[in-house]
């Protein structure tokens, strides 16, 4: 969402998007592995990997009609649009014409639809869609989610491309770029985490997934969070053929 945009400015705004989207049900749409956790925030790797992350936002269109309401957001007219002062809740979100993002689009599309909020799609090629969330030029945007402190500061820090604007979350990515101890690390992305559970600058939709093919005597992997067997070795052991 660009933060600094009328219709997005409101925190409660960005949760009520939030709430209106079944992303365990997305998760089907798109094929993957139900099992996968889902979250609201920065994390780091032995968070993933320890299954530390908090439960997400559970899906639930009543309280995001209810938040819209509060922020003003209302149907006045019955035509299945919110509107306030005068102006409706319509934008358009840039879409990456790459492999899954428009099934994505299209049913993250059909949910606001749902609770009154109307997104166009426009498909481009990832490289602009890149570029143009990178110089603000979006009203909103899909695209990859990452959670190393440079990819924060690009997109939430000072200046950052999402218009969003947070002192506190802006010290924070400073300290994480400074610090190669993970037990710091995991201390400052559980601050991360409850930063963007209160404010929601974005809505993730699921996590970035990679598939690894092993042989069946290959023991020792535990999906969902340890399946990465460069990762977990010292986990890891070959059964006798019988």
């Known amino acids: 969402w660009r933060n600094d945009h009328p219709l997005f400015r409101d925190a409660r705004v ?7 989207i079944d992303r365990r049900e997305l998760l089907r749409v ?3 592995p139900e099992s996968l956790p889902l979250f609201d925030g920065p994390y780091t790797p032995r968070q993933f990997r320890r299954g530390e992350l908090p439960e997400a936002l559970p899906h639930d269109p009543l ?9 003003g957001w209302r149907d006045v007219d019955g035509d299945g649009v919110r509107d ?7 934008f ?3 879409v990456p014409g790459s492999p899954g993002f428009q099934e994505m689009a299209l049913y993250v599309q059909d949910q606001l639809r749902h609770v009154g909020v109307f997104m166009e799609l426009r498909v481009l ?7 143009r969330v990178r110089t603000a030029a979006f009203e909103a945007a899909f695209g990859p989610f990452r959670n190393e402190p440079w990819a924060l500061e690009w997109r939430f820090g000072e200046g950052g491309s999402v218009g969003y604007r947070n002192p506190e979350l802006a010290e924070l990515i400073e300290r994480a770029d400074r610090t190669a101890d993970p ?28 598939s690894f093919f092993v042989h069946r005597r290959l023991q020792g992997l535990e999906p969902p969070y340890r399946t990465d067997p460069l990762r977990f070795m010292e986990h890891l052991w070959v059964e006798e053929e019988p």
């Open 14 to 20: 960005r949760r009520a998007l939030t709430l209106a």
């Open 125 to 131: 090629d990832e490289a602009v869609v890149a570029e």
């Open 84 to 90: 306030w002062e005068g102006a409706e809740f319509r």
């Open 63 to 71: 309280a995001a009609a209810e938040l819209l309401d509060a922020a």
């Open 183 to 210: 037990a710091i690390q995991d201390e400052i992305h559980r601050e991360f985490m409850r930063i963007f559970r209160r404010d929601l600058p974005v809505t993730i939709l699921h996590p970035v997934v990679r």
């Open 92 to 94: 358009t979100a840039i």
């Open 30 to 32: 798109l094929n993957l």
